[in-house]
């Protein structure tokens, strides 16, 4: 089974850039569908990036062109570089994954294994 510990996660100003982590143990990633999700208090998770596992990508539109999804098979980690950083991206970010799936899905019920996510703040 999959234990996954994200990472990376702070305060940081409208403007900057933070890279969040994704650490799996107990399996390898390299057939897992992988996807980034957020959720902000009074709203519900919403998708922000997948990757599958042959390294193809999808990104929320809220976010295209400023975040990158990328994984690291070698080192059994994913990776989530955010950029041009938004007060509206603050929420806690969770890294989910899942097998059985050629194209990632992209609602969260799907994710069987998710990680206990990490704090965004971005300050105006």
């Known amino acids: 089974q999959v234990q996954l510990v994200e990472s990376g996660g702070g305060l940081v100003q409208s403007g900057g850039s933070l890279r969040l982590s994704c650490a799996a143990s107990g399996e390898t990633l390299d057939y897992y569908a992988i996807g980034w999700f957020r959720q902000a208090p009074g709203k519900e998770r919403e998708l922000v990036a997948t990757?599958?596992?042959?390294?193809?990508?999808n990104y929320a539109d809220s976010v295209k062109g400023r975040f990158t999804i990328s994984r690291d098979n070698a080192k059994n980690t994913v990776y989530l570089q955010m950029n041009s950083l938004k007060p509206e991206d603050t929420a806690v970010y969770y890294c989910?994954?899942?097998?059985?799936?050629?194209?990632?899905?992209?609602?969260?019920?799907?994710?069987?294994?998710w990680g206990q996510g990490t704090q965004v703040t971005v300050s105006s």
């Open positions: 989910a994954v899942q097998k059985g799936y050629y194209t990632p899905p992209t609602r969260a019920y799907e994710y069987g294994y």
């Open positions: 990757i599958s596992s042959g390294g193809s990508t």
